[in-house]
Nanobody
Framework: QVQLVESGGGSVQAGGSLRLSCATS????????MAWFRQAPGKEREGVAA???????RYTDSVQGRFTISCDSTRNTLYLHMDNLKPEDTAMYYC??????????????????WGQGTQVTVSS
């Protein structure tokens, strides 16, 4: 059974940093592509960053250069390190795993397991 549990969200001021963690069981980043998504109130869920089983990564344009996705297979944990946070980054952040090993796309149908989310709030 696959379980994903996010943590590390919180409230920060603009310019600050946070590191999100996603503890996984039943999957591993060496065998599954993984990604972070976010959803702000009144908006659709969007892909933020993805990593495949070869550690290839992809980022949405708005976070490129500020966010870093990584995976520690020894700890079965996916991370999202977020620097220079902006108010528009405020959202619920979700980790997800894919049935594919090789994809870095950020389309929702590509991912078949989801965590419950962790809230990130950035104030100006």
């Amino acid at each position: 059974q696959v379980q994903l549990v996010e943590s590390g969200g919180g409230s920060v001021q603009a310019g600050g940093s946070l590191r999100l963690s996603c503890a996984t069981s039943g999957v591993t980043c060496r065998k599954n592509s993984m990604a972070w998504f976010r959803q702000a109130p009144g908006k659709e869920r969007e892909g933020v960053a993805a990593i495949d089983s070869n550690s290839n990564t992809r980022y949405t344009d708005s976070v490129q250069g500020r966010f870093t996705i990584s995976c520690d297979s020894t700890r079965n944990t996916l991370y999202l390190h977020m620097d220079n946070l902006k108010p528009e980054d405020t959202a619920m952040y979700y980790c997800a795993t894919s049935w594919s090993l090789w994809t870095t796309d950020m389309k929702i149908p590509t991912y078949n397991n989801w965590g419950q989310g962790t809230q990130v709030t950035v104030s100006s």
